[in-house]
């Protein structure tokens, strides 16, 4: 059983700054992938930054050079600065984690339960 925990969402004006924190827990052997996905209201939940199992960071074009993620392996902790908010950045946002609970399971696509982040204008 794994789990992921998020914090960090919440209010801010236009232009300020949130970091979100996203927590594994459980009986991790390895985490292949880790990132962060957001959802806004009546659109799609997209790709925002993640680490994938090759070690890279991908990015959307439009948190590029405003948002950066970064982790601690050691606490199964993956983070998201968000800086230059901008309105349309509102959203639900999810943790999602590509997690092994041993060497040869397969890895089970995980997500957190979301923490919203809403920018005023």
């Known amino acids: 059983q794994v789990q992921l925990v998020e914090s960090g969402g919440g209010l801010v004006q236009a232009g300020g700054s949130l970091r979100l924190s996203c927590a594994a827990s459980?009986?991790?052997?390895?985490?292949?992938?880790m990132g962060w996905y957001r959802q806004a209201p009546g659109k799609q939940r997209e790709l925002v930054a993640a680490?994938?199992?090759?070690?890279?960071?991908n990015y959307a074009d439009s948190v590029k050079g405003r948002f950066t993620i970064s982790r601690d392996n050691a606490k199964n902790t993956v983070y998201l600065q968000m800086n230059g908010l901008k309105p349309e950045d509102t959203a639900v946002y999810y943790c999602?984690?590509?997690?092994?609970?041993?060497?040869?399971?397969?890895?089970?696509?995980?997500w957190g339960q979301g923490t919203l982040v809403t920018v005023s204008s």
């Open positions: 680490f994938t199992s090759g070690g890279n960071t």
């Open positions: 459980g009986s991790i052997v390895i985490i292949d992938a």
């Open positions: 999602n984690a590509a997690i092994r609970t041993s060497w040869y399971a397969k890895a089970l696509d995980t």
